[in-house]
């Protein structure tokens, strides 16, 4: 059977695995219920194979029992479960979000049809698309007759004044596909759930898709799965999947399956849940041990939360879902931004002196004294008419009392005054160590580097990044904590680097191989990380981060240029005052 050509203008999606990933959500509301009545063997597959039928049905497969008023009461558990549970462990898939916004740029209307409660299918499109976004969404609640009856299809249908034959009901299950069936319309399948390509394969179809990815070319006239990379095997694939799924959902805590009565051991309260209600001590008070005297003097000493060590390893394994889920609310799990970004500039230090011990007193080659000692020498052995000329307003002092230039021209002044100065700044000299001294400082200083130019990585990330979603919905305060994890990464990055290159590294003003280095991974970091912060594919975000380190160099330069500008007429200012003063 070939299919012909067909432009779809309207698409019917189903939600739980289909467009989201919401099988751990569910699985924890079903064992909740299910062991608080006794049902203690039910398997988590078991459960995950009754998703897209109603609850009533599911408890009826997973327990056998058939009366309506318990199952009903079973159901109203659940979704006091699910108010609990469901909305915080519940993902959409990675192509979900690129696939739906294709769509909709091609013009396509959409709806969400589910058994599902719309209001929680509602606050999960919000996190990730603008309001009205979803054409019309169908839930649970809406409809008396739930899939495979027609009914939901029909009510969007007429709520979209669509046609039939434009129209597409997209699915993983075999009631999507027989609610498709049942309403007359096509159907394309998916394999993001546990439902098989020979079972879909048995309903009337479009095609069958391995995920939503290649649904915007479904105009092709293959019907079948999507031809995989012959050089990556189906299991590497799924693993894949499923590596990213863990990625966007990060570590989630696991509730307790029943609520338990605890005492508390500090002020003798009854309660219930993992905190005592009067004086906020944690129920799970275990025996002191080596691991946890440990762990509390490194968090005494170090003035470190918990969630650091948390933090560190989110922030090379996850960043951008990282930072999105802290601006999001869920913040208690990490280490805030800036505080973490001065320990870890703190910590640089510390391995800039391990490692490069010569990196405390500058550069050991031509001078084993420091630099602040080599100033104060300098100082000593120049002439009292050399330090002068080094002073500003001195400087201008002294060549207006000149007898050579005091009845020259004023272009003859700045042209000795530029002369001096450059005469001056050599190796060995006394400005040469003042410059050699804030390099240092300045090395040594990556935090302070970082939050100084975090208004020009906003610039550029807003300007590069200004038509996506996300970038729409956050403000500037907020992508001052996201850049402030980044520059935690980015210092990571370069202590990791000290070991190879040393203190020049540190600097970040070497041009050569370990500046160009450090650039480098810096620019693939931020791109890894703009990726995940706004759910976009690999090419659009490396255009994007190339813009938003053009835009960042621009605007970078045009400060200094207005810094350079106020020093030069500030000088102007005083030496037309000194000139005028001696004249």
Same mark, same amino acid.
């Given at each position: 059977?070939?299919?012909?050509?067909?432009?779809?203008?309207?698409?019917?999606?189903?939600?739980?695995?289909?467009?989201?990933?919401?099988?751990?959500?569910?699985?924890?509301?079903?064992?909740?219920?299910?062991?608080?009545?006794?049902?203690?063997?039910?398997?988590?597959?078991?459960?995950?194979?009754?998703?897209?039928?109603?609850?009533?049905?599911?408890?009826?497969?997973?327990?056998?029992?058939?009366?309506?008023?318990?199952?009903?009461?079973?159901?109203?558990?659940?979704?006091?479960?699910?108010?609990?549970?469901?909305? %915080?462990?519940?993902?959409?898939? #990675?192509?979900?979000?690129? $696939?739906?916004?294709? &769509? +909709?740029?091609?013009? @396509?209307?959409? =709806?969400?049809?589910?058994?599902?409660?719309?209001?929680?299918?509602?606050?999960?499109?919000?996190?990730?698309?603008?309001?009205?976004?979803?054409?019309?969404?169908?839930?649970?609640? %809406?409809?008396?007759?739930?899939? #495979?009856?027609?009914?939901? $299809?029909?009510?969007? &249908? +007429?709520?979209?004044? @669509?046609?039939? =034959?434009?129209?597409?009901?997209?699915?993983?299950?075999?009631?999507?596909?027989?609610?498709?069936?049942?309403?007359?319309?096509?159907?394309?399948?998916?394999?993001?759930?546990?439902?098989?390509?020979?079972?879909?394969?048995?309903?009337?179809?479009?095609?069958?898709?391995?995920?939503?990815?290649?649904?915007?070319?479904?105009?092709?006239?293959?019907?079948?799965?999507?031809?995989?990379?012959?050089?990556?095997?189906?299991?590497?694939?799924?693993?894949?999947?499923?590596?990213?799924?863990?990625?966007?959902?990060?570590?989630?805590?696991?509730?307790?399956?029943?609520?338990?009565?605890?005492?508390?051991?500090?002020?003798?309260?009854?309660?219930?849940?993992?905190?005592?209600?009067?004086?906020?001590?944690?129920?799970?008070?275990?025996?002191?041990?080596?691991?946890?005297?440990?762990?509390?003097?490194?968090?005494?000493?170090?003035?470190?939360?918990?969630?650091?060590?948390?933090?560190?390893?989110?922030?090379?394994?996850?960043?951008?879902?990282?930072?999105?889920?802290?601006?999001?609310?869920?913040?208690?799990?990490?280490?805030?931004?800036?505080?973490?970004?001065?320990?870890?500039?703190?910590?640089?230090?510390?391995?800039?002196?391990?490692?490069?011990?010569?990196?405390?007193?500058?550069?050991?080659?031509?001078?084993?004294?420091?630099?602040?000692?080599?100033?104060?020498?300098?100082?000593?052995?120049?002439?009292?008419?050399?330090?002068?000329?080094?002073?500003?307003?001195?400087?201008?002092?002294?060549?207006?009392?000149?007898?050579?230039?005091?009845?020259?021209?004023?272009?003859?002044?700045?042209?000795?005054?530029?002369?001096?100065?450059?005469?001056?700044?050599?190796?060995?000299?006394?400005?040469?160590?003042?410059?050699?001294?804030?390099?240092?400082?300045?090395?040594?200083?990556?935090?302070?580097?970082?939050?100084?130019?975090?208004?020009?990585?906003?610039?550029?990330?807003?300007?590069?990044?200004?038509?996506?979603?996300?970038?729409?919905?956050?403000?500037?305060?907020?992508?001052?904590?996201?850049?402030?994890?980044?520059?935690?990464?980015?210092?990571?990055?370069?202590?990791?680097?000290?070991?190879?290159?040393?203190?020049?590294?540190?600097?970040?003003?070497?041009?050569?191989?370990?500046?160009?280095?450090?650039?480098?991974?810096?620019?693939?970091?931020?791109?890894?990380?703009?990726?995940?912060?706004?759910?976009?594919?690999?090419?659009?975000?490396?255009?994007?981060?190339?813009?938003?380190?053009?835009?960042?160099?621009?605007?970078?330069?045009?400060?200094?240029?207005?810094?350079?500008?106020?020093?030069?007429?500030?000088?102007?200012?005083?030496?037309?005052?000194?000139?005028?003063?001696?004249?």
């Amino acid at each position: 059977m070939i299919c012909m050509a067909k432009e779809y203008v309207y698409y019917l999606f189903d939600f739980d695995l289909t467009l989201a990933d919401s099988s751990r959500g569910i699985v924890m509301c079903f064992t909740h219920v299910l062991h608080r009545h006794g049902y203690l063997d039910v398997t988590e597959m078991q459960i995950k194979r009754t998703i897209g039928k109603t609850l009533e049905e599911s408890f009826a497969i997973l327990t056998g029992v058939n009366d309506p008023a318990q199952l009903a009461s079973w159901k109203l558990e659940y979704t006091q479960e699910a108010d609990i549970y469901m909305n %915080d462990n519940t993902v959409l898939y #990675p192509e979900t979000v690129p $696939v739906l916004t294709k &769509l +909709k740029e091609q013009g @396509a209307k959409l =709806a969400i049809i589910s058994t599902k409660y719309r209001y929680r299918i509602q606050a999960v499109i919000d996190k990730h698309f603008p309001k009205d976004f979803i054409d019309v969404i169908i839930g649970g609640e %809406d409809v008396k007759k739930p899939k #495979p009856h027609p009914q939901g $299809v029909k009510a969007a &249908l +007429k709520k979209l004044k @669509a046609d039939k =034959a434009t129209t597409l009901y997209v699915g993983d299950s075999t009631v999507d596909a027989e609610t498709a069936k049942n309403a007359g319309i096509d159907f394309c399948g998916v394999l993001n759930g546990l439902t098989t390509y020979e079972e879909l394969s048995a309903y009337p179809h479009r095609q069958i898709l391995n995920n939503l990815t290649f649904l915007p070319l479904l105009l092709k006239d293959a019907v079948g799965p999507v031809k995989r990379n012959p050089f990556i095997p189906a299991k590497w694939d799924a693993r894949r999947r499923a590596f990213n799924i863990r990625q966007i959902r990060g570590k989630q805590s696991k509730p307790l399956i029943q609520a338990e009565r605890h005492v508390c051991q500090n002020c003798g309260d009854i309660y219930e849940g993992n905190y005592c209600r009067s004086c906020g001590q944690p129920a799970n008070t275990t025996r002191i041990t080596l691991k946890n005297s440990f762990s509390n003097f490194f968090s005494s000493f170090f003035s470190i939360e918990t969630g650091f060590l948390h933090t560190i390893f989110e922030l090379w394994y996850r960043p951008g879902y990282m930072a999105a889920d802290f601006i999001r609310g869920k913040r208690k799990p990490y280490h805030k931004p800036f505080s973490l970004l001065i320990v870890m500039a703190a910590l640089f230090i510390v391995a800039n002196h391990i490692f490069d011990p010569a990196s405390i007193g500058g550069d050991s080659s031509e001078n084993d004294q420091p630099a602040k000692q080599q100033i104060d020498s300098l100082q000593a052995d120049a002439k009292p008419s050399d330090i002068d000329t080094l002073q500003i307003p001195a400087v201008a002092d002294s060549l207006a009392n000149d007898s050579i230039i005091k009845n020259d021209t004023k272009e003859r002044v700045y042209s000795e005054l530029e002369k001096r100065i450059d005469e001056y700044y050599t190796p060995g000299t006394f400005l040469y160590a003042v410059g050699d001294l804030l390099g240092g400082w300045f090395g040594d200083n990556q935090a302070f580097l970082f939050i100084a130019t975090i208004p020009f990585y906003i610039f550029g990330v807003r300007r590069a990044f200004r038509h996506t979603r996300v970038n729409k919905r956050l403000n500037t305060g907020e992508y001052a904590f996201i850049m402030g994890y980044f520059g935690s990464q980015f210092i990571m990055k370069d202590m990791l680097l000290i070991p190879f290159f040393g203190s020049d590294i540190a600097t970040r003003m070497v041009i050569g191989a370990p500046f160009a280095m450090s650039s480098v991974i810096e620019f693939l970091l931020m791109t890894r990380n703009l990726k995940q912060l706004f759910h976009l594919d690999w090419w659009t975000t490396l255009k994007c981060t190339v813009k938003t380190y053009l835009y960042m160099a621009i605007s970078l330069m045009m400060a200094i240029l207005a810094v350079i500008i106020i020093f030069i007429l500030l000088i102007i200012v005083i030496r037309e005052i000194v000139v005028g003063l001696n004249l």
